[in-house]
């Protein structure tokens, strides 16, 4: 009877096993088709020469001593650098500042919710060719608030000097998807932490400082990772607006591997730097989960 | 719903007045909105009128021939290019929804032997960068001869590639008790038939808020369709709005115009659905990139 349970109870689990992958059967086909594999295939192709129209070789070290002297690689990383570690941290306060707005007390504050999160829905080329049309050095609307206080007017994409900080305000306008996370965590924030600090004479930036900020560390990680993952991966307003340009000053690392890849058609050169990319975000990824635990605040339950 | 709960009261005595603090909120707003308003007013102007400086705010006299000339563009089918949109935008999101929730129903709800180590698999593709997918996935579709089709960029989301939509629904179904799947020892013919009847009916906001960020980003797409499209009859309407630059000059009504054409339906469902949507983001952190 005994053993016949065990093998009813077996029986069971095989059945649940039967049931359980044939439900996650879509995704572990397609995990397997269009991740897996390609991944695999990518490592093989990182090491050897692919022109497309040809089947690939094997060419060893030969992309890794390209990249290690090429000075468009060194070029494009230092831009996205920069556009990373400029961007991310202002786009981080700018939302911040927005959340702060959108948590006061007043009626309506619906409606500008609304109105600050638009940008965010916005398509992405549209917004590029809106602000190509605002930043226009002749005739955009950015010259035209810079003459209202007397500012001589700006080459913005144009110009090598600010093509950088114009992607970086651009980008600032389409953060509703971190102010709506910011939000979401001012409101979690108990009443009477305020009242006791306000009790202690903590005035408004004290109260901002040593209770609002501390209490949203958690949110402040998240924006910080998932910025500057995304924010390595610019890519349709420099292909779009600048193509790289002026000099080289918008040739940002995805722009530089999509060229190598699918103009310039040196795919297994391209693959290789996929992958250099996958490992800077890595390493950064888990640089920041490590630095987290000595600035991360997590409430014990 | 609590959001107005705590507010800032004790900032009250600095930010007395409400007057003040709607100037605050109105001078956020106009930061907002001026792009926004610039775009609407510049697909408003007469064509020649958007490069005179300083810039009439207002368009002076109002004329709707840009949005018409935007449509019927010769050589650029704009309606063509919006039906190619439309046709990705709804198959691939049908896809998602479908499989999707498949996929979360049996990771959440079934325990099999095996079920956390692909759920760790699973989670981990959240971390690679879309560039790494984008250059295998090419050479796959290649050799599949799926290049200047639609397929690349409809069939891979019948099999619930992205992982983000697949834990966001599995964490949804785990709150659903589990009393109502495994009351009996059941076939598969029956989980399928608890998965469709009784657990999809009852999981709106989570489906809804899937529903809209795949919208959102199937119909912003513009790296996808560039690498695997060539043809002018497979564009999409982010693709086509490229061409309305060209190296003699750019008609920026008739770009603005066609923009906001593009973007009125994600408007539409952006209010319509509004409700989904701020959940969605506080489910999870990420929306309409």
Redesign the interface.
């Known amino acids: 009877m005994a053993r016949l349970l065990s093998l009813l109870g077996t029986r069971?689990?095989l059945?649940?096993?039967?049931?359980?992958?044939?439900?996650?059967a879509?995704?572990?086909?397609?995990?397997i088709?269009?991740?897996a594999?390609?991944?695999v295939?990518?490592v093989y192709?990182a090491f050897t020469r692919y022109p497309?129209l040809s089947p690939p070789t094997f060419n060893g070290l030969d992309n890794l001593d390209r990249m290690l002297g090429d000075r468009f690689f060194r070029i494009s990383l230092w831009n996205t650098a920069y556009f990373t570690f400029l961007g991310v941290p202002a786009q981080v306060v700018w939302a911040l500042?927005?959340a702060?707005?959108?948590?006061?007390?007043?009626h309506g504050?619906n409606v500008?919710?609304?109105?600050?999160y638009?940008?965010?829905?916005?398509?992405?080329?549209?917004s590029v060719?809106?602000?190509m049309?605002?930043f226009n050095p002749?005739?955009g609307?950015a010259?035209?608030i810079l003459?209202l206080f007397g500012i001589p007017g700006q080459a913005w994409l144009w110009d090598p000097e600010l093509s950088k900080p114009s992607l970086i305000i651009m980008e600032l306008?389409r953060v509703?998807?971190m102010m709506?996370?910011f939000l979401?965590g001012?409101?979690?924030?108990?009443?009477s932490l305020?009242?006791a600090?306000?009790i202690d004479g903590a005035?408004?930036f004290a109260?901002f400082r040593h209770v609002t900020v501390p209490m949203i560390t958690p949110l402040i990680f998240?924006?910080l990772v998932?910025g500057i993952?995304?924010s390595?991966?610019i890519?349709?307003a420099a292909y779009?607006a600048t193509q790289g340009g002026p000099v080289h000053t918008t040739l940002f690392y995805?722009l530089f591997?999509?060229r190598h890849?699918?103009e310039n058609l040196r795919?297994g050169y391209?693959?290789l730097l996929?992958?250099v990319?996958?490992f800077i975000?890595?390493v950064f990824?888990i640089v920041q989960f490590r630095m987290a635990r000595i600035w991360v605040f997590y409430e014990v339950e | 719903m609590g959001v107005l709960r705590s507010g800032i009261r004790p900032f009250s005595s600095v930010l007395a007045s409400n007057t003040v603090r709607y100037a605050l909120l109105i001078f956020g707003g106009v930061i907002c909105f001026i792009p926004l308003g610039w775009m609407l007013s510049t697909s408003l102007k007469m064509p020649g009128t958007e490069f005179i400086f300083p810039p009439n705010l207002i368009p002076r006299p109002v004329v709707w021939s840009n949005y018409i000339d935007a449509v019927t563009r010769p050589g650029h089918p704009f309606f063509l290019y919006t039906r190619n949109s439309v046709v990705i935008t709804l198959s691939a999101t049908l896809g998602t929804v479908l499989t999707s929730s498949f996929v979360a129903f049996g990771f959440a709800r079934i325990r099999f032997r095996g079920r956390d180590f692909w759920f760790i698999v699973l989670l981990s593709t959240l971390m690679l960068p879309d560039v790494v997918r984008l250059i295998p996935s090419f050479i796959l579709f290649k050799l599949l001869g799926w290049i200047d089709t639609l397929l690349p960029l409809i069939v891979p989301f019948w099999f619930g590639v992205n992982a983000f939509y697949v834990f966001l629904i599995r964490q949804y179904f785990r709150t659903i008790p589990l009393e109502l799947d495994e009351a009996a020892l059941m076939d598969g013919a029956a989980y399928v038939r608890i998965y469709w009847q009784v657990i999809l009916p009852i999981s709106g906001p989570v489906l809804g808020a899937v529903t809209i960020f795949s919208v959102l980003s199937h119909w912003n797409d513009f790296l996808g369709p560039l690498i695997y499209t060539n043809s002018v009859d497979l564009r999409t309407l982010a693709l086509g709005l490229r061409f309305f630059m060209s190296r003699t000059g750019t008609d920026w009504n008739q770009l603005m115009a066609a923009s906001i054409l593009m973007l009125a339906p994600i408007l539409a469902l952006f209010f319509s659905m509004q409700r989904y949507f701020i959940r969605g983001i506080h489910m999870t952190g990420f929306g309409g990139r």
């Not at chain 1, 500008?112 to 600050?116: A, D, Q, V």
């Not at chain 1, 001012?186 to 009443?191: N, S």
């Open positions: 069971t689990q059945r649940r096993d039967v049931l359980g992958y044939m439900f996650i879509p995704w572990l086909i397609g995990f088709i269009f991740t594999g390609p991944m295939g990518l192709l497309v500042l927005l702060l707005l959108l948590n006061m007390r007043v504050v500008f919710r609304t109105l600050y638009l940008p965010t829905i916005i398509p992405g080329v549209a060719f809106l602000w049309y605002i002749d005739y609307l010259n035209y003459s306008w509703g998807t709506v996370v979401a001012l409101q979690g924030v108990p009443q305020y009242d600090a306000a005035g408004l109260q998240f924006n998932v993952i995304s390595f991966q890519f349709t779009i995805v591997v999509y890849a699918f795919m391209a693959s996929a992958w990319l996958f975000i890595l990824t």
